[in-house]
């Protein structure tokens, strides 16, 4: 199915950093033992790649993913390290159509050696081929070290087994606001959704010619999937991690009263004329205004605050000064509580498919602090960021994405990966984009999750 935060964004174009690299900083994996035996039991060092040249030089790695340019630029930048200290040539394929396409190489023997895999679900599926190579030693004591247990889930099959470490990620819980219309209107940042709904009513009573929220459905065949990371978002909050974890799994209803509560919640904020659309008419027009253009009236004063992941920060238009005293930042989305610190997000996972030496010494450097900050020096234009625990902030040119790197680095945020790209894609990118559709046009919330709940899958 497709992955919202990379099919759906529009990136600014990014630039290409020099990028130095020491031949001796080669991470810290397992021990250096023996090649070891099948995959699940490989024990060899791959952390240390650099000292693996003889063995590797000339070898040569392919990879398959759906970033494609003008993205593609800074992951290749990034490589250059790797490429230059063990004489392995890293051959990248980009590919629109990767969450069709992938699983029809594996029926006609045609698989890459390595796949950027946005979804768990569609890792799931990989590895249901069998030909997916669960992670080396190395891989996975390189996980448990610099993404911890909630990452390491994501990235493992139903077996428990760990097939693929985490690559990038973005950070979903966000509200977009203009520093200068909150200074001048001595707005403060909420810092619970009560707080958040005091705010609101003070913004509507305040400012008749604007509204407190914009917002856009509106995305081509994905028309919807922003209502999804709405509901998401607030169930995460409302209800917590284990019945968010319940129901993505489908072990709780769809229309579980804890989600319609959710989804209520949403109401009060998106099917509100008095706080809805800001810039472009009644609620309704949600359903219409384009995804890219749903934040765009907070920088013109008909709109105060736009709920949307980090990546937005790229389609404000050029000059636009995104920064805490900026025309545009974010803040983020408060919990019903100030002690609990939920963050809705995705990411891709690398997942290999060829058993050999070359492949899981990339596979290791992917999943290394080296590589994370070299990605982060080479995305020169801004746009990404890594769940990686050793990645500096520093390195990192948007200010948003420093700030993104910090809440997931946070040991008090509980991550939990986008639920429709874990649901089954006739749900996940069907039923629940355009159910939230119907929903935001004037359905009532029951029989919108009512007709989610009829149309997931049967055993």
Known sequence: MAHKSQRRKVLALTGIAAIAFSVTACGGGGDDNSDGGTAAEDTKDYSKWCDMKSELTGKTVSIYTSIVTPEDAPHKESYKPFEECTGITIKYEGDKDFEKNLPQRAQSGNLPDVAFIPQPGLLQTMVDTGKTIPASKTLSDEVDKYFGPDWRKYGSGDDGVLYAAPLGANVKSYVWYSPKAFTAKGYTIPKTWDEMMTLTAKIA???PAAKPWC???SSGTATGWTGTDWLEDTLLRTAGKDVYDQWVTHKIPFNDPKVLDALGKDAAILKDPKFTNGGFGAPSSIATTT???????ILTGKCFMHRQASFYA?????GT????DGDAWAFYLPSVDATTKPVLGGGEFVATFRDAPEVKAFAAYLA????ANAKAKATTGGGWVSANKEL??????SPIDQQSAKILQDPASVFRFDGSDMMPSAVGAGTFWSEMTNWIKGQDDATTL??????WPAK
């Open 215 to 217: 917002a856009g459905f």
């Open 368 to 371: 290394s602090p080296e590589w």
């Open 291 to 297: 995804f890219q253009d749903g934040g765009q009236p």
């Open 321 to 324: 000064k995104v920064a805490e």
């Open 314 to 318: 790229a389609n404000f238009p050029k």
């Open 392 to 397: 500096d902030p520093a390195n990192l040119v």
């Open 205 to 207: 009573t305040e400012n």
């Open 450 to 455: 009512g007709n989610i709940e009829k149309s």
